[in-house]
């Protein structure tokens, strides 16, 4: 009874953590218009085929934890573990708590790993924050504490074109393990990043969730230290 009400206890003080590194993101990120990312944008003409200022950028995140990839990445787990996502312009400083949760496509596809994020067109970059996750990678970053320790991943790249309104730009699979040698709030260590296409299950989730921006069009991402596709 006492370790469940420890582990309940610890749970809703990351949560309340997450909910506050969430809240003060969205504050504080606002030269990068972090709020209106992370909803569906509206269509200037028609509801099909119209335009939008913002295109949606489709993606799905996989954290494979020693063969079993993580239920729900985009939930707060009980052991600490959660994902969030960065995005900035190319060539913008990537700082630690800085991450957003991305927006859903639907719930079943969320659960899953996938998630969008709404951006003008232009260059990009993305990487990935995570809870209770050290992500063992040149161009990383970690920052240690006894809480809920956070970690950053390289970050990858991408090009947001200006004639579609709906793109997919990969599925960015994460190589992980349980650290041999950690404190207790370190649950994972992700060692490789490899960014995969899974165009036709993107485009029957575009079909059934976001189906008013028009037919998908790739443009997969370039993993970090590679040049973006053009």
């Not at 990445?73 to 800085?98: D, E």
Request: hydrophobic share 40%; aromatic share 6%.
């Amino acid at each position: 009874m006492r370790r469940d009400r420890d582990l309940l206890m610890s749970a809703c003080a990351k949560s309340g953590l997450a909910f506050a590194l969430t809240a003060g993101l969205l504050a504080g990120c606002a030269e990068h218009d972090t709020t209106q990312m992370v909803i569906r944008p509206k269509l200037s003409a028609s509801e099909s085929g119209g335009a939008t200022q913002r295109r949606v950028v489709l993606f799905r995140a996989v954290v494979d934890a020693d063969g079993t990839p993580m239920e729900e990445p985009w939930a707060l787990h009980i052991s600490g573990l959660r994902l969030f996502t960065i995005v900035a312009p190319k060539g913008a400083q990537l700082s630690s708590w800085r991450g957003v949760l991305p927006g859903r496509p639907n719930s079943a596809s969320s659960d899953a790993g996938w998630g969008f994020v709404a951006l003008p067109p232009g260059e990009y970059q993305m990487a990935f924050e995570g809870m209770a996750i050290r992500f063992a990678m040149a161009g990383a970053d970690y920052v240690s504490s006894e809480a809920v320790p956070i970690g950053r991943s390289p970050p990858s790249r991408f090009v947001v074109p200006a004639d579609a309104n709906l793109i997919y730009i990969g599925t960015f699979s994460f190589t992980c393990h349980e650290p041999s040698s950690r404190p207790d709030a370190l649950k994972l260590e992700c060692t490789s990043l490899e960014i995969g296409n899974e165009a036709q299950l993107a485009r029957q989730i575009a079909e059934t969730s976001l189906s008013k921006y028009g037919p998908l069009q790739e443009a997969l991402a370039s993993a970090p230290n590679s040049s973006p596709s053009p």
